[in-house]
């Protein structure tokens, strides 16, 4: 959208200049309207299905490191939690794993994240590495949900 040059003081104002301001007031209101397509539907295990303004919804990144020290046995398992602020409700969370270290052992290739307790405010998973060895996974996590 351009901007509307400011007129000069004593300018009188002519047809031209009106006419930019309500062209310029229509795009406005055109690129706010309330279509579907601006809004994000969150469904919330407390709340049911919440709609708000994609501009209005909240989007947390977050990372946290887990490893696994098992050399004995399989089924190693390693906990993580990351803290967050300013849900009302319990938001959406994924959790993505990713290796960090390409020279670790198959430890860190074959693993399984699941999700314990989200709440508003923090979300908590345990990462299952189910082949023994050493390894360490980041854990990409992604959490959308309605403001407070």
């Known amino acids: 959208m351009s901007k509307i040059p400011l007129p000069e003081r004593g300018q009188p104002l002519d047809l031209s200049y009106i006419y930019q301001v309500a062209n310029a007031?229509?795009?406005?209101?055109?690129?706010?309207?309330?279509?579907?397509?601006?809004?994000?539907?969150?469904?919330?295990?407390?709340?049911?299905?919440?709609s708000v303004r994609t501009s209005d919804a909240r989007i947390v990144g977050g990372?946290?490191?887990?490893?696994?020290?098992s050399t004995?046995?399989?089924?190693?398992?390693?906990?993580?939690?990351?803290?967050?602020?300013?849900?009302?409700?319990?938001?959406?969370?994924?959790?993505?794993?990713?290796?960090?270290?390409?020279?670790s052992t198959e430890s860190g290739k074959d693993i399984s994240v699941i999700l314990t307790k989200v709440t508003n405010n923090r979300v908590e998973g345990v990462v299952k590495f189910n082949t023994?060895?050493?390894?360490?996974?980041?854990?990409?996590?992604?959490?959308?949900?309605i403001p407070v």
């Open 132 to 145: 023994i060895g050493v390894a360490s996974v980041g854990i990409n996590l992604l959490m959308v949900g």
């Open 63 to 69: 990372y946290v490191t887990v490893t696994n020290n």
């Open 72 to 103: 004995t046995s399989p089924d190693g398992e390693g906990t993580f939690s990351y803290n967050f602020s300013d849900f009302k409700y319990a938001p959406v969370v994924t959790a993505t794993p990713l290796l960090i270290d390409e020279s």
């Open 25 to 50: 007031v229509n795009d406005i209101a055109t690129q706010l309207s309330p279509t579907t397509g601006r809004y994000t539907s969150i469904d919330t295990a407390s709340a049911g299905n919440q």
